[in-house]
C-alpha cells in the first residue's frame, strides 16, 4: 500500500461550525448522557450536522467489541467465553432508560428523520437487537410523524437478531459494507464481505421492505473495478442506496490512507450506480449517516 499522501486537498476541507447551534445541540447529548457516532467516530462533518441540530445517535455504550482498523472507536477483546464477555470491566451493562433518552434527545432537537447506529457487541446473546428495536418502539412512541433510519452491525449473522429489528419495521435499514472483498481481512478481520451482503439481502427480501442502505470508504488501496464489482453485489442483493467517501485516518492506531479520491472519480461512481439502478450517494465527505433525511427523501421521489 503507498505511503498517506503528505497533504488533505482542498476539498476536504470543512467549515467551521456554526457556534450557538453546535453547543446548544452538544448540550442536549451530554445532558441526556447520549454517544453519538459524530464524536466517538471523529467524524468530519460533526460541525455541519451539529450546527444543523442533527446527530448520528449511538446506542450499545461507547466501546466495540471489534477492533476494524479505520475506525477510532475504543475497543476491547472480551474473553473467549460468553461468561468471561459479559464480566469484562470495559464493556458496559445495558442501561434500560437509553431508549427513551434517545427518545427525548430527538424531540428536543425537532429531528424528523431519526438515525441510530452502534458499537459492535459481540458479548450480548443477541448482538443488541432487542436494543435497537427498543429504540425505534420509543422513538416511534415519541414522535409518530418522523422516520427511523437504523445502522446495524452484522449481529453475528443471528438471523433472528436480524428479524427482530425488522420487525419493527425501520424506514431505512442500513449496514456497511466498508470496502471491496479483498481487503476484508486488513480492513475488517472479524468480519466478512460475504456476511454482510448475505444481511443486505435478508433485509432487501422482507415485507414490508424497508430501504436498504450501504456504505462504503475509498482510498484504502481498493481498484475502481473492486468497487464496480461491490455496486454489481449491491444491486442484485436489492440495496437501495449506497454511500460513498473518502477515508480518512481518524487517529495514528488506524490504516493510513493510500490516496485521496478525486470529486470526477465520486461523480463516476455515481453513474455507475445508476446504470445498476442504485442510488449511489458518493463525494469527498459523504458517510453513512450524512444528510440521511435528504437521501431518504430523494429515493421517495
Given at each position: ?7 488533505k ?12 447551534a453546535?453547543?446548544?445541540t452538544g ?6 448522557r447520549l ?21 448520528a445517535?449511538l446506542i450499545?455504550g ?7 482498523r ?10 473467549p ?12 451493562a445495558?442501561d434500560?432508560?437509553?431508549?427513551a ?24 446473546a ?23 433510519e ?13 428479524d427482530?429489528?425488522l ?11 466498508e ?6 481481512s486488513?480492513v ?17 427480501a ?22 464496480r ?18 477515508y480518512l ?27 445498476l439502478?442504485?442510488q449511489?450517494?458518493a ?9 440521511a ?6 429515493d421517495?421521489?
Amino acid at each position: 500500500m503507498a505511503e498517506t499522501p503528505a497533504r488533505k486537498p482542498d476539498w476536504l476541507k470543512v467549515k467551521a461550525p456554526a457556534a450557538g447551534a453546535f453547543r446548544a445541540t452538544g448540550a442536549v447529548l451530554e445532558e441526556l448522557r447520549l454517544h453519538t457516532v459524530c464524536d466517538e467516530a471523529r467524524c468530519p462533518n460533526k460541525g455541519e450536522c451539529f450546527s444543523a441540530r442533527t446527530a448520528a445517535f449511538l446506542i450499545l455504550g461507547d466501546v466495540c467489541t471489534r477492533r476494524c482498523r479505520f475506525c477510532a472507536v475504543e475497543h476491547v477483546q472480551p474473553g473467549p467465553t460468553e461468561v468471561e464477555a459479559r464480566a469484562h470491566p470495559r464493556l458496559c451493562a445495558l442501561d434500560p432508560d437509553e431508549p427513551a433518552r434517545l427518545a427525548e434527545a430527538a424531540v428536543r432537537l425537532g429531528l424528523m428523520h431519526v438515525v441510530v447506529t452502534s458499537v459492535t457487541r459481540d458479548d450480548l446473546a443477541d448482538g443488541g437487537a432487542g436494543r435497537f428495536a427498543a429504540a425505534i418502539r420509543d422513538l416511534r412512541a415519541a414522535l409518530p410523524a418522523a422516520t427511523v433510519e437504523v445502522l446495524i452491525p452484522d449481529f453475528g449473522g443471528d438471523r433472528a437478531a436480524l428479524d427482530c429489528v425488522l420487525a419493527e419495521r425501520p424506514a431505512v435499514l442500513g449496514h456497511n459494507l466498508e470496502t471491496v472483498p479483498r481487503l476484508y481481512s486488513r480492513v475488517r478481520p472479524q468480519a466478512t464481505y460475504e456476511r454482510s451482503l448475505e444481511l443486505l439481502g435478508r433485509a432487501a427480501a422482507v415485507t414490508p421492505r424497508p430501504l436498504v442502505k450501504t456504505g462504503l470508504m475509498v482510498g484504502l488501496g481498493e481498484t475502481p473495478g473492486e468497487v464496480r464489482a461491490v455496486l454489481a453485489d449491491c444491486a442484485r442483493a436489492r440495496v437501495g442506496v449506497v454511500t460513498i467517501g473518502q477515508y480518512l485516518q481518524p487517529d495514528s492506531g488506524c490504516l493510513p490512507v493510500a490516496r485521496y479520491v478525486e470529486p470526477e472519480e465520486f461523480a463516476g461512481l455515481e453513474n455507475d450506480g445508476a446504470q445498476l439502478g442504485l442510488q449511489v450517494v458518493a463525494g469527498p465527505l459523504v458517510r453513512s449517516s450524512y444528510h440521511a433525511a435528504e437521501v431518504f427523501s430523494a429515493d421517495l421521489r
